[in-house]
């Protein structure tokens, strides 16, 4: 390497720029000096730094500290050193491409995603606020057995495995799969093995996989409209040509057209429709699933916070129904449990296990596998069962009170959709009112609600309204939360 001194003056150059008074540390400012000097080729290959001691003087700062960013700057290779040798700028690799006007800085530059990318973001509908009143989809998390779960937790944890601590068990654990079987099959008519159950980390996450290993590209897809939102940007983030299938007192109804050009998959929530509410006719389902095993469509079916019926038991599942092998069930424990947990599954077909377990472990690996060995004996000891029973005498109750709210407020002027089930309800609006502009205006004034015409496919057929969530909102505070609501929307009517 060429030790010839260059027309720098180094110190100079460092003194211009470093700042005694700064609030950022003085190794801080150096290195990022000396590498951006480096960087811009201000100070160019060859170029020798001043001894340790030397540049420490001119700036006032300890030598240690000159040491240190000499030595983060040769472990990055900007710099080369050897002793009696001296510092010296590296050489370092030429640019590909030379400076030009056209190339712009990147903090100056709009990112630039994907169209699918830019359609997904555009298309967002996660809300920034995820708790309070009416947050809709929103479980009571306050009310959940703590003590209970900290106290199988520690005991799954003092006596883990290193199997549970390591990469996983592919489908998920075990013992919460044949609890899961158990339950499944006891309560939602779901008729399965611990075999066919894959634990996944969301309904999400069992949406991607469903859409990726069961649809290719451009390959259409039946959704509710309206429907849950994030099904659409799923499927869409995978690709599919969407269509939206009207929803009716029965649930999906598809027409004649519709049913003339049969999709890959439908996304059906028959047991609480997501978000009116609706349940799907038996007729209806059998239907559904003749159409299917006909036209070897798959049916992806969301058993939508299913466990909260009000007055009645709960429907039991279409897969139950399914004697043709066309159903692929999905559950979460987001609405039962708390969301934070990032538990649910998918119910598959025994054809298919193999296929979705190895795709499971090659794209994702498996999710929080301790957490399951929890859940599992929280189920196996009863908890979950008596958690289930407690929350719906809760939410029955806060149900009814907000019911009580709306009559109260606007009697019969104003109707109520799905409101028997679930954790939400919808209150309808007429036809003129902007359920966006209502939702803006009640969010300022502390309340949280979401629009009925996101749910839409088309914004030309959306239908306004807004979805109220009560599940975590105390009975005594739901009157004085709506009353805020209630002004907001009569300015509207």
């Known amino acids: ?66 040491v240190h960013v000499y030595e983060q700057l040769t472990l990055e290779g900007y710099v080369q050193t050897g002793i009696g040798r001296g510092t010296y700028v590296a050489s370092v690799a030429p640019r590909l ?9 990147v903090e100056s530059r709009r990112a630039k995603f994907s169209r ?7 298309e967002a509908g996660m809300g920034l606020v ?46 919460l799969r044949e609890a899961l079987a158990e339950y499944l099959c006891g309560t939602r008519g779901v008729v399965c093995d611990a075999d066919q159950i894959v ?78 509410g609706a349940v799907m006719s038996h007729g209806r389902r059998q239907q559904l699933l003749d159409y299917a ?16 019926r009000y007055g009645a038991r709960p429907l039991p599942a279409l897969q139950g129904l399914d004697k043709y092998g066309r159903v692929i069930y999905l559950g979460t424990f987001s609405k039962t449990l708390f969301p934070s947990l ?30 399951q060995a929890v859940l599992a004996q929280f189920m196996s000891e009863g908890h979950y069962a008596t958690h289930i029973r407690r929350m719906r005498a809760v939410y029955s109750a806060r149900h009814d009170v907000l019911v009580q709210c709306i009559r109260d407020n606007f009697g019969d002027d104003l109707p109520i959709i799905g409101g028997d089930a679930g954790l939400h309800m919808v209150l309808g609006l007429p036809a003129h009112v902007d359920d966006n502009a209502v939702v803006a205006k009640a969010a300022q004034a502390g309340v949280i609600t979401r629009p009925l015409s996101m749910y839409h496919l088309s914004a030309a ?28 929307i009569k300015r509207f009517l």
Do not use: C
């Open 342 to 371: 990032r538990i649910a599954y998918v119910v598959l077909p025994k054809d298919l296990v193999g296929g979705f377990t190895s795709a499971l472990s090659e794209l994702f690996h498996d999710g929080p596998t301790m957490q």
């Open 116 to 122: 699918r990318g830019e359609r997904t973001v555009a």
């Open 130 to 175: 995820q708790w309070g009143a009416f947050v809709p989809g929103v479980p009571e998390v306050r009310m959940f057995p703590r003590d209970i779960w900290g106290r199988l937790q520690a005991r799954v944890y003092r006596h883990a495995t290193p199997q549970q601590m390591t990469y996983g068990m592919r489908q998920g654990d075990a013992s």
């Open 1 to 66: 390497m060429s030790r010839t001194s260059h027309a720098v003056a180094l110190p100079d150059f460092v003194l211009r720029q470093f700042d005694p008074g700064s609030d950022q540390p003085d190794h801080r400012q150096l290195y990022s000096i000396l590498q951006r000097g480096i960087r811009e080729s201000v100070l160019t290959a060859g170029t020798q730094l001043p001894p340790t001691r030397a540049l420490a003087e001119s700036l006032g700062i300890a030598r240690n500290t000159v």
């Open 461 to 488: 057929k959306a239908a306004p309204g807004l979805l109220l969530g009560y599940a975590a909102v105390p009975e005594d505070e739901i009157p004085k939360h709506f009353n805020v609501l209630a002004k907001v």
């Open 293 to 308: 095993a006909a036209h070897r469509v798959w049916i992806v079916e969301d058993d939508y916070d299913s466990e909260f």
């Open 199 to 276: 634990i996944t980390s969301g309904t999400q996450h069992s949406l991607h996989l469903v859409s990726h290993l069961l649809a290719d590209v451009g390959d259409p897809a039946w959704v509710e409209d309206p429907g849950w939102w994030a099904v659409r940007s799923m499927f869409r983030a995978g690709g599919l040509n969407l269509k939206g299938i009207p929803i009716d007192a029965e649930g999906m109804s598809p027409t004649p057209e519709h049913l003339g050009e049969p999709p890959k998959m439908m996304f059906v929530t028959p047991s609480h429709q997501q978000p009116t």
């Open 97 to 105: 491409i030379d400076r030009s006007p056209r190339m712009v800085p």
